[in-house]
């Protein structure tokens, strides 16, 4: 087996959105690469890895409560695993998740395997595809029509993976607590790249991804509750005390987490950087729509990073090209350019997050050499 | 916040049992350093980790569930993860777990958090403190009549982290299928370290740790089940047909993974010396018993390089030392040896896995020095 990363994929500019917040800064990797043994983060450990003052993981877990806006923060392997914890703390037999149209698929596995019946909102359909918030108090009022209970838990996709869009959670907020439902918000495209405050949001549980958001080596990320909430997802075990239940004892118990902690003061400033960030979007979408026969879909302007395009004008040049659907793979690899699916030609995502303005410029560039082959 | 691990615990020969078998290798070190990108193992990803061929986790997890005798194994991101997933799949309301006396906590809290009630059995006591086949068979019967169905699953710790007992998982293997309970090995401290099957052990399902044992960079580990548990533990969603829902769609996606590959080769290798590990830690054992006051407890001979000593010698030494309970841990410190729980003087667990002759020899005069303090 062979563990060397296909080399321009190293090199290149790599558009895949799960790529570009998760390169792991310098201090993440070095930090990683000192705490690549096994359990050498346990060296220190009087038992349970939220208390473990060398590294710091005990300070990291408040500074990380704080940086997002909730009460309490633990470390978890990634989003999904978080939102899996908290479906499982919030779920009971009969019982259903709400979730918006634009949720990851991950997010119906953790709600199903902990056995809540999932009830989807709608979105408002080609171009946009936002979730409006009306269409999210209407399931709320079906699932429990159907199940004679409220949802068990709510979970809004803060900024999704197919368009996206930026939902404003503080009107969601309102809408499922008047319905008496607590709401996850799933920040794993958001935290880490933009500044985000769950309490100002109203949110009662909020997950975040360490490798796809906070520049982090993975798989790690965070879970966090707010208020009355806070008790029942930290619940500990009656036999062992000292042992959250929803964490398994201990979660991410090694390099993973000192990468977390190690990202986190670069990724504090760059969250700063929003504005640039979204502005660098929105420039990219004018470039590539004036090429003509592409359409960016999803909310208009681009509030995030995360592009969806149709391209008829590549699928066109495609069908006449020899190397057929592989082209426009083909002619960014060329010009070091990756993260599209091969294959792809009639729509694709992809992200500008963390590019220089030069390199914006190239990647403009590149496009418009490939429009007219 | 500072990431240095402190220089003596790089440097120094580190005896506690966590550590030993799970020093990465450079090859794993290597190669998680290749990959510390947040989600760069799913470069090459058509949306399920183990079916990733660059790098080839398709390929791993064949040779993972080989290597240790299952039918089939998935990568999770530990032992305590594993468990959880078999206990999940096997939780029924009003159900109960079987463990052997000496479990390792995470085991209750992987059965608590799955809603099992834990009927624990019982050990022989001072000296051995061994779990014997009649104790866990008793303990069978009587969760069954607390219960008034057989236990959902029975989990047995084939060498435990307090003892280091080997126990014969062929003879639990029977007595549950008597008892028609599905038998759990917990290999957290034997695959890896020593060769395992799982089919001729007569299993069910099967987990294990990376970073315990595998010489891995974690977290990390694996779960496994033979015959017709494989499709029960290896379900997947009815809306997502590709994503298993104790996996939730995909576990270890980063550096992890592929320093668990990456390590498999010299873990190959290490287990073909295990006798000789074991070797070790008898002439160890015999060394430090004839320094006086000093018993090794659990079973003997030793069969397992995890050793635990009562030292009434180094308590007493202790109570005249300055440094009163931390003399030992200090006084290793000195000669370049970690590990201990600082503090401890009256007994302690250490582990000779992995260790030189040349070491060894280095670390029976550093205690025979001590001794004479």
Redesign the interface.
């Known amino acids: ?6 080399a321009i ?1 190293e090199l290149a500019l ?1 558009l ?1 959105p ?2 570009t ?4 800064s310098a ?14 983060v ?3 450990c009087a038992g349970v890895l939220h208390d473990i003052e ?3 993981i005990k ?2 877990a408040v500074e990380l409560a704080e940086f997002v806006g909730m009460d309490r923060a633990a470390v978890t ?2 989003a ?2 978080g939102k ?1 914890a908290i479906f ?1 703390t919030l779920s009971e ?1 009969g019982r259903g998740a709400v979730l918006d149209a634009n949720a990851h ?2 997010t ?3 709600a ?2 902990a056995g809540l019946e ?1 009830f989807k909102s709608t979105n408002t359909g080609d171009p946009d595809f936002r979730v409006t918030p009306d269409s999210f108090a209407e399931t709320l009022e079906y699932c429990k029509s159907k199940t004679g209970k409220p949802a068990a838990a709510a979970l809004l996709t803060h900024v999704d993976g197919d368009y996206g869009n930026l939902n404003d959670a503080a009107e969601f907020s309102k809408i499922c607590k008047d319905a008496g439902v607590p709401l996850i918000l799933n920040c794993a495209y958001s935290a880490g790249r933009m500044p985000v405050d769950g309490r100002a949001l109203g949110v009662d549980f909020m997950v975040g991804s ?3 958001s ?7 990320g965070f879970m966090g509750a707010n208020g009355e909430w806070t008790e029942r997802l930290f619940r500990t ?4 005390p000292n ?1 959250n ?2 964490l ?2 201990c ?6 987490v ?2 977390f ?2 990202a986190l003061p670069g990724v504090k400033e760059r969250v700063k950087r929003w504005d640039a960030e979204v502005a660098k979007a929105v420039r990219f979408v004018e470039a590539m729509e004036s090429l003509g026969e592409i359409r960016q879909v999803g909310e208009k302007p681009k509030r995030h990073d995360l592009i969806r395009f149709e391209t008829p004008l590549f699928h066109r040049i495609a069908e006449n090209s020899r190397k057929r659907g592989y082209f426009l793979h083909s002619a960014l690899a060329d010009r070091g350019i ?1 993260g599209l699916k091969p294959g792809q030609t009639r729509w694709f995502k992809m992200s500008t997050f963390g590019f220089t303005d030069e390199q914006i410029d190239y990647l403009i560039e590149a496009f418009k050499e490939i429009a007219r082959m």
Chains 1, 2 share one sequence.
């Open positions: 087996m062979s563990f060397e990363r296909v994929d790599n895949n799960l790529q917040g998760g390169r792991a201090a993440a990797r070095k930090a990683a690469a000192r705490f690549s043994d096994g359990y050498s346990c060296d220190r060398k590294p710091d300070c990291f392997m990634g999904r695993e899996f499982h037999p698929y991950s119906y596995v953790a199903q395997r999932v360490g490798h796809k906070f520049a982090a080596s993975g798989p790690v075990s009656l036999t062992h042992k239940i929803e398994l004892g979660t991410a118990r090694g390099a993973n000192v990468s902690m190690a990756t």
